[in-house]
């Protein structure tokens, strides 16, 4: 009798492809005002969220990538800046790379609250520019952004479209995680 050892078209042994991620950041003054005295703000709980995925990241995947852009940042720092103007207030820190004890180090110690709202479609944009730059050389890959935010600042939504079309032909996933409590309709009374 003869037992095969790998089953063809199998989920268990067929390799997924890797993960890309843009992680998006929102550090605008909105994102560091608690939503009820004594909790944690926006910004903390979407910290914590980050450092988890970064660390369960670095312990449990080998192939998947990591980029962390940071929006409502004081200063500004990012490539479509630098190549057109605009996308202000919008740092992306690193390019897509294998998450590193760096990255962790970072995102438990240097990420501040900025001063100065910014348009979260811009953030989109800079984060799918780092996307693409990240990708472009990968034969296959997963291609995502988490944007973390409260939508606490005024954006400009004229290209929408144009972003929704890039979205879709970069295949890529969008996903928008915010970390706000609702109110609860007793608590105004």
């Known amino acids: 009798c003869i037992v095969p050892t ?6 268990h042994t067929m390799a997924q492809p890797p993960v890309c991620t843009v992680v998006c950041l929102d550090v605008s003054p909105s994102m560091s005002r608690p939503r009820h005295p004594g909790q944690p703000t926006p910004l903390d709980l979407s910290v914590k969220a980050i450092d988890l995925l970064v660390q369960g990241k670095i312990n449990f995947t080998k192939k998947d990538e990591l980029a962390l852009v940071l929006f409502g940042t004081n200063d ?3 490539a ?3 190549a057109e103007g605009g996308y202000e207030n919008v740092t992306a ?5 294998l998450p590193s004890l760096h990255l962790l180090r970072f995102v438990e110690n240097s990420i501040m609250p900025g001063d100065t709202p910014a348009c979260f479609m811009d953030a989109l944009v800079v984060a799918l520019d780092v996307l693409v730059r990240g990708t472009q050389d990968k034969k296959k890959c997963e291609k995502k952004v988490l944007m973390f935010t409260d939508a606490g600042s005024p954006f400009n939504d004229d290209q929408l ?6 979205i879709q032909q970069m295949e890529a996933s969008v996903q928008v995680i915010s970390l706000v409590a609702l109110e609860d309709d007793d608590e105004e009374e």
């Open 76 to 78: 500004t720092n990012n």
């Open 80 to 82: 479509l800046h630098d």
């Open 161 to 166: 479209e144009v972003i929704i079309n890039g």
């Open 93 to 97: 820190v690193g390019d897509m790379g």
């Open 6 to 11: 790998k089953f063809e078209g199998s989920a």
